[in-house]
């Protein structure tokens, strides 16, 4: 069964410091991969996706992730923190031809002024 | 346009009792689907509907756990004989499926607590 792997629950940088976010996955297969945003009391946002077009994927609000096969990853980037991105971030995947999907443990990230 | 919405947003019932949990999907969305979300994991999936059945419940984890969507449009998410485990955040999400992958769209969820 198709796993992903957050690597810490909990990130903190100070504003306008680099974001990074891991995410690995662990089919051999390459699968359609994710990250959701969910801010408190409010339902996950999409951010954005990888279908097997460009391996570096930009989304909203600044964030972008780029799809590495020869390392299993989709690791979650953004140049410049700001207090506004203070949630918690959720990679997910899903195997090709399987619509569900297979969401990590999350990462909450700090964002300390 | 209008989002996913669930109601309750809040259940709280005892132990052994009987819920149901309702979502409205965008309108539109044909693909369906419930996840579970337990504090501080990931949501996990339960099923999946196109049009009116389901076509993955392989998420459901024991037979109390029941869905439906006979219109092919509003679904509940059905859990007999509730047990304190239970207790999670239910997420529903929809989608306009497209080729090979598609968004989903989640809704805010539904809190149900077990006493």
């Known amino acids: 069964a198709q796993s992903v792997t957050q690597l810490g629950s909990h990130v903190s940088v100070s504003e306008g410091a680099l974001v990074l976010l891991r995410c690995n996955y662990s089919s051999s297969v390459p699968p359609y991969l994710f990250w959701y945003v969910q801010y408190p009391n409010q339902g996950l946002q999409l951010l954005l996706k990888?279908?097997?077009?460009?391996?570096l994927v930009k989304g909203i609000n600044g964030f972008e992730a780029e799809f590495k096969k020869s390392e299993t990853s989709f690791h979650l980037t953004k140049p410049s923190a700001h207090m506004s991105d203070a949630a918690e971030y959720f990679c997910?995947?899903?195997?090709?031809?399987?619509?569900?999907?297979?969401f990590g443990s999350g990462t909450r990230l700090q964002v300390q002024p | 346009g209008a989002g996913v919405s669930q109601t309750p947003s809040n259940k709280v019932t005892e132990k052994g009792k009987y819920v149901e949990l309702r979502c409205d999907p965008i309108s539109g969305h044909t693909a369906l689907y419930w996840y579970r979300q337990s504090l501080g994991q990931g949501p996990e999936f339960l099923i999946y509907f196109q049009g009116t059945g389901a076509a993955d419940d392989s998420g459901l984890p024991n037979d109390r756990f029941f869905a439906v969507r006979p219109e092919g449009s509003v679904s509940t998410l059905k859990i007999q004989r509730t047990e304190r485990g239970d207790s999670a955040v239910y997420l529903c999400?929809?989608?306009?499926?497209?080729?090979?992958?598609?968004?989903?769209?989640f809704g805010p969820g539904t809190r149900l607590t077990v006493l």
């Open positions: 997910a995947v899903s195997d090709r031809g399987r619509r569900a999907l297979t």
């Open positions: 999400a929809s989608s306009s499926p497209s080729g090979g992958t598609d968004t989903q769209y």
């Open positions: 990888y279908t097997s077009a460009a391996t």
